[in-house]
């Protein structure tokens, strides 16, 4: 009989100090907790550009569905054409405290610059909230009306003129590298940390052309500093309605990228999870999405499994585009 309650004693206490240990261990009861402290969402390029914007704005929305007394903050990390804040991402803490605001052209980078420290297996998307295209501006010292007068120029001038893009085999690199493929025009490709200082390069003068985010371009176009030539979009954007698409000017190229908040690949579920729905509801806002029209984005909702899986199959292509391109890591 001793033996017996010697034995449920020692159970009971062992069972007790399971409990205590799974209630004060990282993990349990982690979502229930979180955030106790300031979350950042890491954005690769500059402030002022597409990218930090589009953060923004989501973050904006975010707070109305965040845990009360939650603070989600913008940490732009810029250099190396991306490749700086991408790395910050995928090596944060899987905590949930250091979020990333990432492109296509993160999962690419493996495929362009030789050390990439990650690829698409080291970011987890949770929710895609944009896909939109580029304009194509040039500075209004060269009197283009439209992409026909430029491509007209480069004809004429091959190799002269200058042609801007946020970072290396970006969005912006990707639709100037569609455009010479369509036309057979060559331009000097000069690569910058992000959309804002490509376009004040352009409207200083001290760049000629440029692809740069729509949202990016409409208060410097507004001023008169750039011109836009063209929409990389199929169609034309009703937030400047008058600038045609490529494919109207009968130049057949399209493109357009997303938007994604992601995490480092190993953070708890329950943390996933929680900013998953979050963003589910964030996506859901019309007044979100008007904001974002207006700034000149896309909307778009796609959170949880769908967001999983439309991240795969776009990698796929982008991967299947670079080795049709002959791109080799450098």
């Given at each position: 009989m001793f033996?017996?309650?010697?034995l449920f004693m020692y159970m009971a206490i062992v069972s007790g100090l399971a409990t205590l240990l799974f209630a004060f261990s990282p993990r349990a009861g982690y979502a229930a907790a979180y955030p106790v402290k300031p979350i950042e969402i890491i954005c690769p390029y500059s402030a002022g550009g597409g990218q930090d914007i589009w953060a923004r704005i989501t973050i904006?929305?975010?707070?109305?569905?965040?845990?009360?007394?939650?603070?989600?903050?913008?940490?732009?990390?810029?250099?190396?054409g991306g490749i700086a804040g991408a790395t910050a991402i995928a090596s944060a803490k899987p905590d949930g405290y250091q979020l990333g605001a990432i492109v296509p052209f993160q999962l690419t980078d493996q495929f362009i610059n030789k050390g990439t420290p990650?690829?698409?297996?080291?970011?987890?998307?949770?929710?895609?909230?944009?896909?939109d295209g580029n304009f194509l501006i040039a500075n209004p010292k060269f009197g283009f009306k439209d992409a026909r007068d430029l491509i007209a120029?480069?004809?004429?001038?091959?190799?002269?003129?200058?042609f801007g893009v946020g970072g290396a085999y970006n969005s912006h690199d990707f639709f100037?590298?569609?455009i010479e493929l369509a036309t057979g025009i060559k331009v000097n490709r000069m690569p910058f940390n992000g959309g804002a200082p490509t376009l004040a390069a352009v409207a200083g003068g001290h760049c000629d052309v440029a692809s740069v985010s729509i949202s990016e371009a409409l208060a410097a176009m507004k001023e008169g500093k750039v011109v836009a030539l063209a929409t990389s979009e199929g169609e034309r954007t009703p937030l400047a309605p008058d600038v045609p698409t490529m494919k109207e000017l009968g130049i057949d190229v399209v493109h357009a990228q997303w938007r994604c908040i992601t995490s480092p690949v190993n953070t708890p579920q329950e943390i996933k999870n929680l900013i998953i729905n979050v963003l589910a509801k964030t996506f859901s806002n019309?007044?979100?999405?008007?904001?974002?029209?207006?700034?000149?984005f896309n909307p778009v909702n796609i959170t949880g499994a769908a967001a999983l899986d439309f991240y795969n199959k776009d990698?796929?292509?982008?991967?299947?585009?670079?080795?049709?391109?002959?791109?080799?890591?450098k």
């Open positions: 033996a017996r309650k010697t904006k929305y975010m707070m109305q569905y965040m845990p009360k007394g939650s603070r989600v903050v913008v940490n732009n990390i810029t250099a190396g990650y690829t698409e297996k080291s970011f987890y998307p949770l929710g895609f909230g944009a896909s120029y480069a004809k004429a001038n091959p190799g002269k003129l200058n100037r590298w569609k019309p007044e979100w999405a008007a904001e974002l029209k207006n700034a000149g990698f796929a292509e982008y991967r299947d585009l670079v080795q049709k391109l002959g791109i080799t890591a």
